[in-house]
């Protein structure tokens, strides 16, 4: 048993460390009326990279790749359209319970939400999402920008 505790250990201690999670450049949230007003609040992060090599708009060459999180708080009956979101791949993930209903596809689809559900929305591909509940939904927008 003491064998397998310190083989445990040493394991541990020598594998090679990696950096693997990935920070977003930039965080915020909005709150979305019925009327599709919206208002929001952003924080930006710093990259932890040298800031040397320059693109061809004068940004830091790796300012263009980046993690974008938003939360969302949709009232009831408020939209979400995928054009207030800037492309690339789109994870959308429920925070509370609730329904959305995609009034791009045909005919309209209902989607349950709840805590921890998650959505992989196609780049490229329009859709509105629409809060047809009772009470406010929370959804985490997730965007990998190229």
């Known amino acids: 048993m003491r064998y397998l505790l310190m083989f445990c250990l040493f ?3 020598s594998s090679p460390f990696a950096k693997g999670q990935v920070l977003p450049t930039s965080d915020g949230s909005c709150r979305v009326a019925a009327s599709g007003l919206e208002g929001c609040d952003w924080w930006a992060g710093i990259g932890d990279r040298k800031l040397t090599a320059r693109n061809s708009t004068g940004l830091p ?18 939209p979400l359209d995928s054009q207030s979101i800037v492309g690339g791949v789109v994870l959308i993930v429920g925070k509370n319970k609730g329904e959305v209903i995609n009034e791009k596809m045909s005919p309209p ?3 349950p939400i709840y805590d921890g559900s998650v959505m992989l929305m196609p780049k490229g591909e329009p859709y509105l999402l ?4 009772k ?5 985490l927008v997730i965007e990998l920008r190229k």
């Open 135 to 139: 009470e406010s939904v929370e959804l």
């Open 11 to 13: 394991a541990l201690l």
């Open 61 to 78: 060459a790796d300012s263009r790749s980046a993690l974008f999180v938003t939360r969302f708080t949709l009232a009831p009956g408020a």
């Open 109 to 111: 689809k209902h989607i």
């Open 130 to 133: 629409r809060n047809i509940g």
